[in-house]
């Protein structure tokens, strides 16, 4: 589908790369990964045709459409609504259409004798084939089905795209190239503006992604779900994989493995050999020996390890002492107009304890950490701190907010004029800004490179109570990997918001779910909330305990004599309670299915309803003498068409419903 051979680009001294080859295949599932400066996105742009390579380079498989997210958008010019601009993914099919409604039109206003009517009808046919197999007639099921997926919801289909966040605007490019599903799809960091929910619903999509593709994402547990290969970049070399990230990961350290004790083996050859050279180099009756083994040297195929790429190495200075309370959370109230964000929002923290918060996006989570680090103020309740507690403040756009004409050692300098110049630069080489790059203006750095310095002005300064918001976004895999040990040694109290499931899984021991205004608490890490939440929504449809499922168990039949499980013999009381216990499981079954029954009923009614409609309309549309009066089958065409739309939608409700009652029913 692609291949890359000998791609080569030098700028200066440094190799950006270095005669790298690769291939995509259909189905390929491919991770690219490395360092931020790797080249991942300038590869990618290559890739994507988006910078001019010589055609013996990179060449692509004709008639392969691809797809490209680029991690930054220029926006949507205003004008259209959300759903006109997503359905634009199916321009072909929309234009096919169009033409198609225009050639009716044209039949319809002249005669059979006409010379023009044969060459119509032929293009009517032609159309006609084409978008049958285009299915044109599922467009909007399939819009509706990505965007909601994607977080937008209904009431917003029909608000001007022009008029939503960047982040919004990013989803909406996305949701266009899942819609368009080219053979080739190359996603920048897919997952930087998307919270829990639709990250979850983009893995299951991706999973059944007919096409090839390739990404990039610093999203660990993202890699590891979709991919069945890894592509690592490192100083200009392009490394294959088989496999997710963790398999990559144990397979390159077991060649780097093989790699050290071939080396190793084969310098101690060396050194044996060179120590043989000198005891007998003087020696003429060892002469030829000598000789010999020089010349074996000189043939021996080296083996030269690996060069690795810079570690970010640092950890967070140790917590000032403070009181046991962190943080008190009491009645916080939020709104933004008549946008209600908090209602009452409570919640404690103790010393030491570390917090993630999840939450759809626009749920409050960014206002909340705001409000705590004092850059927003409620319109009420309060956030009141314990004894000595010094909390410190990382953004999501952080890295964006840093002075552009300051140089790296200035932005930390000034704001921890407590720290000698020593410490200053010792602290931005720990964050890889060694030597000349401290002496680099913030404005020439790129987008990693900011978020380092920012972390580095972050932990400069003695805190006990971390606040950040998405520290990994722009960070690559090592740097978010020493960032996320980091935390996990830090000795004070840490609140965070992240989508990165395993970034935060490591460290975070409570997870804060804000949802609808409110806040609810839940032990364990990401994945322990994640299990819980999905249980939940189980019990919600039936109960599942053991218990339960007891009491709901008929106990004989409810008689003075009934025997009781076990062997013990029920009394009239026990028996009128178990008739009690049973009545209330028939009325809470009742209230359950009683609406979705009635909902499954209508849905089924108004599909026999649409059925009869669309066969009396392939009747007419059977007849051939319909053809000859272009103005009705054009208006029958049409309507046969809303028609398939609308029944396809009331196929997904009663399939949908009626599962709803089977599983309620399977587990009463």
């Not at 390929?28 to 380079?57: C, F, H, P, W, Y």
């Not at 404005?443 to 990693?448: A, D, E, I, N, P």
């Not at 021991?509 to 990401?526: A, F, W």
Request: charged fraction near 30%.
């Amino acid at each position: 589908m692609l291949t890359i051979q000998n791609l080569s680009i030098q700028f200066g001294d440094k190799h950006l790369f270095k005669e790298v080859s690769a291939r995509v295949s259909p189905q390929d599932r491919i991770g690219l990964v490395g360092v931020n400066g790797a080249g991942k996105s300038t590869l990618m742009k290559i890739m994507a045709g988006l910078r001019l390579i010589d055609e013996k380079v990179v060449s692509r498989a004709k008639r392969a459409t691809v797809g490209y997210l680029p991690q930054e958008l220029e926006g949507f010019a205003p004008g259209r609504t959300l759903y006109q601009e997503a359905e634009s993914a199916f321009a072909e099919a929309l234009a096919l259409q169009q033409e198609l409604d225009e050639v009716n039109g044209q039949l319809s206003t002249i005669t059979e004798a006409d010379p023009d009517c044969q060459a119509l009808l032929e293009r009517q046919g032609e159309l006609q084939d084409a978008l049958e197999s285009q299915d044109i007639f599922r467009i909007r099921s399939q819009v509706e089905k990505v965007l909601v997926g994607l977080g937008f919801k209904e009431e917003e289909f029909d608000k001007d795209c022009h008029a939503f966040s960047g982040g919004w605007q990013m989803r909406l490019q996305l949701a266009k190239l899942l819609l368009a599903r080219p053979a080739l799809l190359l996603l920048d960091e897919p997952t930087n503006h998307l919270d829990l929910e639709s990250l979850t619903w983009l893995e299951d999509f991706l999973q059944g992604y007919q096409g090839a593709l390739v990404m990039i994402s610093h999203d660990r547990t993202f890699l590891n779900n979709i991919c069945n290969a890894i592509w690592e970049l490192s100083l200009g070399n392009l490394t294959v994989y088989k496999g997710n990230y963790d398999q990559y990961l144990r397979q390159k350290e077991e060649r780097l493995e093989i790699q050290r004790a071939a080396w190793e083996n084969q310098q101690a050859n060396i050194q044996q050999t060179m120590r043989f050279v000198d005891r007998f180099r003087a020696k003429s009756t060892k002469a030829s020996q000598v000789q010999s083994r020089l010349k074996q040297l000189e043939k021996m195929d080296k083996v030269e390890l690996e060069e690795t790429e810079a570690r970010v190495d640092f950890r967070f200075p140790p917590a000032p002492p403070s009181g046991r309370l962190a943080v008190e959370v009491r009645g916080l109230t939020k709104n933004y107009g008549p946008l209600k964000v908090f209602n009452g929002l409570d919640f404690i923290m103790q010393r030491g304890e570390k917090l993630a918060v999840v939450g759809v996006n626009g749920a409050g989570k960014s206002t909340l950490v705001k409000i705590m680090a004092g850059l927003l103020r409620p319109d009420g309740g309060e956030v009141r701190f314990g004894h000595n507690v010094k909390p410190s403040y990382f953004g999501q756009h952080q890295a964006q907010e840093l002075d552009p004409e300051l140089t790296v050692f200035d932005t930390v300098f000034q704001a921890t004029p407590n720290l000698t110049v020593t410490q200053v630069r010792s602290l931005l080489g720990a964050f890889l800004f060694r030597g000349e790059d401290a002496d680099k203006r913030v404005s020439v750095l790129s987008g990693g490179e900011k978020s380092r310095l920012a972390l580095a002005k972050m932990i400069a300064v003695p805190a006990n109570l971390l606040i950040l918001d998405e520290p990994t976004n722009h960070l690559d895999m090592v740097s978010q990997e020493v960032l996320q040990e980091a935390m996990d040694r830090y000795d004070g109290t840490i609140i965070v918001v992240s989508h990165n499931r395993h970034f935060v899984n490591a460290f975070a021991g409570k997870v804060l779910e804000i949802s609808q205004g409110r806040g609810t608490m839940y032990e364990g890490n990401i994945d322990e909330y994640l299990d819980k939440v999905r249980r939940d929504r189980e019990a919600a449809l039936t109960p599942t305990s053991a218990a339960t499922k007891q009491d709901r168990a008929p106990v004989g039949d409810g008689s003075p004599g009934a025997t009781e499980p076990g062997g013990q013999r029920a009394s009239g009381h026990g028996g009128k309670e178990a008739r009690r216990r049973q009545a209330q499981e028939r009325q809470r079954l009742n209230q359950l299915l009683g609406p979705l029954r009635k909902k499954a009923a209508q849905a089924e009614s108004e599909v026999e309803k649409q059925e009869q409609r669309k066969d009396e309309l392939e009747k007419l549309l059977a007849d051939p003498e319909i053809y000859h009066r272009q103005e009705e089958f054009a208006e029958l065409s049409k309507e046969y068409a809303e028609l398939e739309r609308r029944l396809e939608r009331l196929y997904d409700q009663w399939e949908k419903v009626n599962s709803e009652i089977e599983e309620i029913l399977t587990s009463a």
